[in-house]
Each structure stands twice: as C-alpha cells, then as structure tokens.
C-alpha cells in the first residue's frame, strides 16, 4: 500500500508539471490547487510510512495543510471560470476561517478538540493512526460540506444565467465537484485503511486540466475570430480615416485599437498583449489624443462617419 502512496504523489508532482504546460494563462487558483493536492499526497505517504505517533502526528498535520485549503482553492477556481466577480476581502475572510479549521485539524496529540485520543499502529506494514474522535471533529464535516454546498451553487447559477463559457462547461465542473463529495462520503463510510481521496484528487486534477484545455481551445477560436472581425472593420475604415491620424498611432497602439473597436476590457487586453493593465491605459489615452475623442464611443462614432 506505501507503494500506492508513493504513485500518487509522484503523479501530483507530475500534474503540476503538466499544468505549466496545459494552462498558458498560468492561473493562480489552477496552480495553488495542484500545490495543495501535492502536500496532501505527501502528507499521506509520510504517515504510510511513520515509525513513531509523534512523526505520524506531523505526516498527519501536513495531509491537513494540503486538504483544508483545496476546498478554498477549488472554489476559487470554480468562480473564476463562472465569470463571477470575486469581492476583495472574501478570499482573505475564507483564509482565516481555513487557518482556524487547519489549526483544529491539526490539534490531534496537544489538545483533545479533534481527536480525544490517538495512537499508531501498523496494518500490512503501513502505518495507520487509531483515532478517537474529539467534539470539534465534526466541525470539519460541516467545514467541506460548506465548501461543496457553495461550489454547487455556483455552478447552478452559473447554469441558470449562463455566465460561463457554455452550459456543457457548468455541467463539467459539476460533476467534479458532486463526484469529489461521492467519493468523501464513500470513505467516510467504509473507513477504509486507504485514503481513497489521494486518488480522487488526481482524478480532479486530471478532469480539470482537461476542462482548461478545452476551454483554452475555445477562447482561441473565439479571439481568432473576434480579432479577425476587428482587423477587417478596422481595414474597411482605414481609407475613411484621414492618414495622418493613423500613421501617428505606433505599432502598439495599432495593435490596441481593434480591442478597442471592439470594447474590450483593458485587464483581457493586457492579458491578450502580454503587458500590464497600466500600459493599455497609457496606450488608450494615447489613441484617443491622438485620434481627437475622449472614449471609446466617440472612437467608433468617429470611424464609421469619416
């Protein structure tokens, strides 16, 4: 079984190398996600293979760091690709309430919240910890499924407002997340000597990176086409605007201008140019002295009539 440890960890440590190469945007969430899989399979394969209740304790602590925040981090993630607008103190409000979960989980073998006793013992050569359950353990059942409960809620909203990319994409990322929450039950049910969950996060993973790349595809084609559509506006007007305006406009500013046709938002500009939201606006400002408007509806306004 410590062999089956050692496989998912080292396919952890392979998914994130996969991820740089799947996820050209490099998304935090996605990144810290995969991290958090990573501790949490090595914390598994550090208690398989603990010789005292003290190391185990510790193997124990680091499974927890990685599987109290991946909740965090999934839920990120999940409304990031719903599109929704994420306040600015909730991911710092949900870090505190993940640290205070983190140091209750990790409480076992100092104080008697989480586990009232604990000790080691070895089945089929794999060191297990013999737990008895402490009043605050089921503060962490009711910890994930807040976390589930909010995930799917998204997700349906997503789903009724169409705020992602299609509906196909909603149904995606629910069936990773209700199939996470099966296979949580599951384990907690037949109390196995293997933590299944090491597995399921790989699968996660795995599913994810492949919602991501489909996505990644997707936004492709729609930009390919967008762009295309903007260069062919901006060509049909370019003999209605007077040359001297477009020639005072740099090879950067050229390039921002379809977006602008196009209201694009500066932040995906600058993602889209591989520069900083500051620079697309000093490039904006730029265009609009040079071209004589104030905004981007006077910019159009002024194209289409000259």
Same mark, same amino acid.
């Given at each position: 079984?410590?062999?089956?440890?050692?496989?998912?960890?080292?396919?952890?440590?392979l998914?994130?190398?996969v991820?740089?190469?799947?996820?050209?945007?490099?998304?935090?969430w996605?990144?810290?996600?995969?991290?958090?899989?990573?501790?949490?399979?090595?914390?598994? @394969?550090?208690?398989?293979v603990?010789k005292?209740?003290?190391?185990?304790?510790w193997?124990?602590?680091v499974?927890?760091?990685?599987?109290?925040?991946?909740?965090f981090f999934?839920?990120?993630m999940?409304?990031?690709?719903?599109?929704?607008?994420?306040?600015?103190y909730l991911?710092?409000?949900?870090?505190?309430?993940?640290?205070v979960?983190?140091?209750?989980?990790?409480?076992?073998?100092?104080?008697?919240?989480?586990?009232?006793?604990?000790?080691?013992?070895?089945?089929?050569?794999?060191?297990?910890?013999?737990?008895?359950?402490g009043?605050?353990?089921n503060?962490?059942?009711?910890?994930?499924f807040?976390?589930?409960?909010?995930?799917?809620?998204?997700i349906?909203?997503?789903?009724?407002?169409?705020t992602a990319?299609?509906?196909?994409?909603?149904?995606?990322?629910?069936?990773v997340?209700?199939?996470?929450?099966a296979?949580?039950?599951?384990?907690? +049910?037949?109390h196995?000597?293997?933590?299944?969950l090491?597995?399921s996060? +790989?699968?996660?993973?795995?599913?994810i @990176?492949?919602l991501?790349?489909?996505?990644?595809?997707?936004?492709?084609?729609?930009e390919k086409?967008?762009v295309?559509?903007?260069?062919?506006k901006?060509?049909?007007?370019?003999?209605?605007?007077?040359?001297n305006?477009?020639?005072?406009l740099?090879?950067?500013?050229?390039e921002?201008?379809?977006?602008?046709?196009?209201?694009?938002?500066?932040?995906?500009?600058?993602?889209?140019?591989?520069?900083?939201?500051?620079?697309?606006?000093?490039?904006?400002?730029?265009?609009?002295?040079k071209?004589?408007?104030?905004?981007?509806?006077?910019?159009?306004?002024?194209?289409?009539?000259?």
């Amino acid at each position: 079984m410590v062999s089956l440890y050692d496989a998912t960890f080292a396919v952890s440590l392979l998914m994130i190398a996969v991820y740089f190469f799947v996820d050209k945007k490099h998304d935090k969430w996605l990144l810290l996600l995969f991290t958090s899989v990573a501790v949490c399979d090595m914390g598994y @394969l550090l208690l398989s293979v603990s010789k005292t209740l003290e190391g185990a304790l510790w193997a124990n602590s680091v499974a927890y760091l990685g599987s109290v925040f991946l909740p965090f981090f999934l839920l990120m993630m999940i409304m990031k690709l719903s599109q929704i607008k994420v306040p600015k103190y909730l991911p710092w409000v949900l870090i505190g309430i993940n640290t205070v979960m983190l140091f209750i989980a990790t409480s076992g073998g100092y104080l008697p919240i989480y586990y009232k006793n604990v000790s080691l013992d070895l089945v089929d050569g794999v060191a297990v910890l013999v737990k008895e359950y402490g009043p605050l353990h089921n503060v962490y059942k009711i910890y994930l499924f807040a976390y589930f409960a909010a995930m799917v809620s998204i997700i349906i909203y997503t789903m009724v407002k169409k705020t992602a990319a299609s509906i196909k994409h909603s149904v995606f990322l629910a069936f990773v997340v209700i199939g996470n929450i099966a296979i949580w039950l599951v384990e907690n +049910i037949i109390h196995s000597g293997f933590e299944f969950l090491a597995i399921s996060y +790989i699968i996660t993973e795995g599913l994810i @990176l492949l919602l991501y790349g489909i996505l990644q595809d997707y936004e492709k084609n729609n930009e390919k086409s967008s762009v295309a559509e903007i260069e062919i506006k901006v060509v049909e007007n370019e003999e209605a605007v007077c040359d001297n305006l477009l020639k005072d406009l740099s090879e950067r500013e050229k390039e921002v201008l379809p977006y602008l046709l196009d209201n694009t938002k500066r932040k995906e500009i600058a993602e889209k140019l591989f520069v900083t939201e500051s620079t697309i606006k000093k490039h904006t400002s730029s265009i609009y002295k040079k071209l004589e408007v104030t905004s981007r509806a006077e910019l159009l306004e002024k194209l289409k009539h000259r």
